[in-house]
């Protein structure tokens, strides 16, 4: 990430190629922003049809709990010290159902007060963290939980979705993507550690491709 912590590294392109424009439009109207990792990804438009369609086919309610699915992407989030990405799954919480403790309990990766959680809810945040270490190392006791509580299907859901905050979390990292304002504070005093929500500007513009 860049010294400063508050604009990326590169600037998007100027030309975004035409079909790619109509998913950076629902992206928009999706989040109410203009998510900077999809305009920065149009440098590469193959990674960004690829990834996009991983987003796009993202797991949802109908797929896992949305309390399971939001301990495990918080906590990969935070685990992989990924500003943005725990601004955007944090920014879940009230959705999800999570009351304000277990979010500062998943953002401060306090393991201790897990346990409160629910039994899926502490075993998805568990594999989640063991899973975004480096390197990976699952150990046969927490697989034997886990095991136990989530079928195969499941598993495999929840194995992609941390999977897929880590690939977020290296991409934004790699080229420096800060926070972008999706966590709104306003009567909750949980406190994310986060760069600025700063685009990339002038400073990216001299290594733009």
């Known amino acids: 990430m860049p010294a400063d ?21 629902i992206a928009r109207r999706m989040t109410g922003k203009n998510p900077l990792p999809g305009r920065l990804l149009a440098h590469f438009p193959k990674g960004a ?6 987003e796009a086919l993202a797991a949802g ?10 301990a495990a992407r918080i906590v990969a989030s935070a685990a992989t010290g990924c500003p943005f990405c725990l601004d955007m799954n944090a920014a879940t ?6 009351s304000e403790g277990e979010l500062d309990a998943l953002v401060r990766r306090d393991t201790a007060a897990w346990t409160g959680l629910g039994l899926r809810e502490a075993l998805a945040a568990r594999y989640a963290l063991a899973l975004s270490q480096t390197p990976v190392v699952v150990d046969d006791a927490l697989m034997g939980e886990v095991l136990e509580a989530f079928n195969p299907r499941e598993l495999v859901v929840l194995a992609s979705t941390i999977a897929q905050v880590n690939y977020w979390s290296r991409f934004n990292q790699g080229l420096g993507v800060p926070s972008a304002g999706f966590f709104d504070d306003t009567g909750c005093a949980v406190c994310l550690p986060s760069t600025p929500a700063v685009d990339a500007g002038p400073r990216a513009a001299g290594h733009s491709g």
């Open 49 to 54: 049809v690829g990834a996009g369609l991983f």
């Open 93 to 98: 919480w009230r959705r999800a159902g999570l």
């Open 61 to 70: 309610s109908k797929d896992l709990d949305p309390r399971v699915l939001a």
């Open 5 to 25: 912590g508050r604009r990326a590294w590169i600037a998007p392109p100027q030309r975004v190629p035409w079909f790619l424009r109509p998913a950076l439009w």
